[in-house]
């Protein structure tokens, strides 16, 4: 929840309108893109690392991912669509303003469809209680970076799932 309260709050300062000194606005969005993608980095993280504590077997994790990439897909013609929308009631394109409205209109209704997805998505407790009972027995998975990169790219489950997401990303994109 820490990283999407955040990230929101950088998208809105990343379209506040800001004075038109040209090195100022420079620092503004690079402090801002940092901070957001920062954010945004640890909300996908924790939310979609659950993914596997919560989804247990192959055909609940195929269901999810189905319905995450159709929601997915719906969104974003959602936004395609609505941001020209938003931003012609506020003045245009050419009015500053209108995009910090932009923002906050997009925000607040993103919030408002992503607060039962934050609701749910918590580790059960049988995870936790699981976690902590192979963490005292010395169970953990303690691998080293190197080697768990290398297992992951030796697994050809996981870099077809990279690849797929890949081509999904770059799709939507170009959406």
């Given at each position: 929840a820490i990283g999407f309260i955040g990230a929101?709050?950088?998208?809105?300062?990343?379209?506040?309108?800001?004075?038109?000194?040209?090195?100022?606005?420079?620092?503004?969005?690079?402090?801002?893109?940092?901070?957001?993608?920062?954010?945004?980095?640890?909300?996908?993280?924790?939310?979609?690392?659950?993914?596997?504590?919560?989804?247990?077997?192959?055909?609940?994790?195929?269901?999810?991912?189905?319905?995450?990439?159709?929601?997915?897909?719906?969104?974003?013609?959602?936004?395609?669509?609505?941001?020209?929308?938003?931003?012609g009631l506020y003045g245009g394109v050419s009015e500053p303003t209108a995009y910090f409205f932009m923002a906050i209109v997009m925000c607040i209704f993103l919030s408002i469809v992503l607060i039962p997805h934050l609701i749910s998505a918590r580790e059960p407790q049988e995870m936790i209680e699981l976690r902590t009972k192979l963490d005292r027995e010395g169970k953990s998975s303690s691998d080293s970076f190197i080697k768990a990169l290398r297992k992951s790219l030796t697994d050809k489950n996981w870099m077809s799932f990279i690849i797929a997401y890949l081509a999904y990303s770059v799709y939507l994109a170009c959406i």
């Open positions: 929101v709050f950088m998208t809105i300062m990343l379209f506040l309108p800001i004075p038109p000194d040209p090195i100022f606005a420079v620092v503004w969005l690079i402090c801002f893109l940092i901070a957001w993608d920062q954010l945004q980095t640890v909300c996908e993280l924790s939310l979609n690392g659950l993914t596997v504590d919560i989804f247990r077997d192959a055909d609940q994790r195929a269901k999810y991912g189905s319905y995450a990439t159709i929601w997915g897909a719906i969104f974003t013609v959602v936004r395609v669509i609505s941001i020209p929308i938003t931003l």
